[in-house]
C-alpha cells in the first residue's frame, strides 16, 4: 500500500528521489496556519521523519486557516492532531510531535544538527531570529516563512533569499533586529513571502487568543487559508525540490 500511495510522486521524481526524501529527517517549528500545511506537503511529499513542535491548543478562530482545526479538535493540542492526520496519510512514517516552544533557554532540546532540514514557521520575533541564527550556525538547510496575514492576493507569493524580501514588515524588523544586535545569519537562507499588506477591517473577538507578529506589540491580524497554505506548500516544495536537485 505504501508504494501505492506515492506512485505518482515516483513517476514524477523518480525512485531514487523518493528514497531520499524517505531517508530525511525534517523538523518543522510551529505548525499553524502555515506549518501544519507544510507538515502536510512533506508528508504527502515522501518525507517520513518529521519533527513537529507548537505549544498551542486548537481554537475556534484556527478553523478558518488551520489544517488540523475543525470543531471536533477545538481544544487539543496541535501536535497531536496533526500527527494523527499525518499518519492516516502515512502510517509508516516517523512523527515526532512536541508540544513545545523553541526559544533561547530551549534551543539546545531541539538538536538542530540532527537534522536536514529546518522549517521555521515561528510567529514570534525574537524567537523566530533565534532560531534562524542557530540554524543557520550549524550547517542545517533552512526554509522560512516571513508574515502569511493582511495577504488576500496568491499571486503576490514568492521565494527569495531573507536579504532579498522586499515589503514585509517582518522580514524588515528581522534585518533590523540583526544590524541592531550585530549578529547576523551565518549563511543564505530562502523566504516564503508576500509583499502585499492589507488592513484589518473586522473586530477581534475575545476567544481567540492566538497572535501574528506585528512590528510594534502582539497583534492579532486577519489571514485566509488560501494564502497561509500556499505559504505552507511553497515551503515542502523547497525541501522536494532541493532533494530532487541533490540527485542529479
Request: proline residues 2%.
Amino acid at each position: 500500500m505504501i508504494n501505492d500511495i506515492f506512485n505518482r510522486g515516483e513517476r514524477l521524481l523518480g525512485a531514487e528521489a523518493m528514497k531520499t526524501l524517505a531517508q530525511k529527517r525534517v523538523i518543522v517549528f510551529g505548525v499553524g496556519g502555515v506549518g501544519s500545511w507544510c507538515a502536510e506537503g512533506l508528508v504527502r511529499s515522501g518525507i517520513r521523519h518529521l519533527t513537529i513542535v507548537d505549544s498551542d491548543c486548537v481554537s475556534i478562530t484556527n478553523i478558518n486557516r488551520q489544517l488540523m482545526a475543525t470543531t471536533r479538535t477545538v481544544g487539543r493540542p496541535k501536535v497531536e492532531v496533526l500527527k494523527e492526520r499525518l499518519q492516516e496519510i502515512n502510517p509508516d512514517a516517523e512523527i515526532n510531535a512536541l508540544q513545545d516552544v523553541y526559544n533561547e533557554e530551549s534551543s539546545e532540546s531541539f538538536n538542530l544538527e540532527s537534522y536536514d532540514y529546518v522549517i521555521d514557521a515561528i510567529d514570534s520575533l525574537k524567537d523566530k531570529a533565534h532560531l534562524i541564527l542557530e540554524a543557520t550556525g550549524k550547517g542545517v538547510k533552512l526554509y522560512s516563512s516571513m508574515g502569511a496575514a493582511l495577504k488576500l492576493d496568491p499571486m503576490r507569493v514568492k521565494v527569495a533569499e531573507f536579504w532579498e524580501v522586499k515589503g514585509c514588515p517582518l522580514g524588515a524588523a528581522l534585518r533590523r533586529k540583526f544590524k541592531r544586535e550585530k549578529l547576523f545569519p551565518k549563511r543564505k537562507f530562502k523566504c516564503v513571502y508576500s509583499d502585499e499588506l492589507l488592513e484589518n477591517l473586522g473586530d477581534v473577538q475575545e476567544c481567540d487568543s492566538s497572535s501574528t507578529w506585528d512590528a510594534s506589540k502582539a497583534q492579532i491580524n486577519g489571514s485566509l487559508v488560501h494564502i497561509t497554505a500556499i505559504f505552507g506548500f511553497t515551503l515542502s516544495g523547497l525541501v522536494v525540490q532541493d532533494v530532487f536537485k541533490e540527485i542529479k
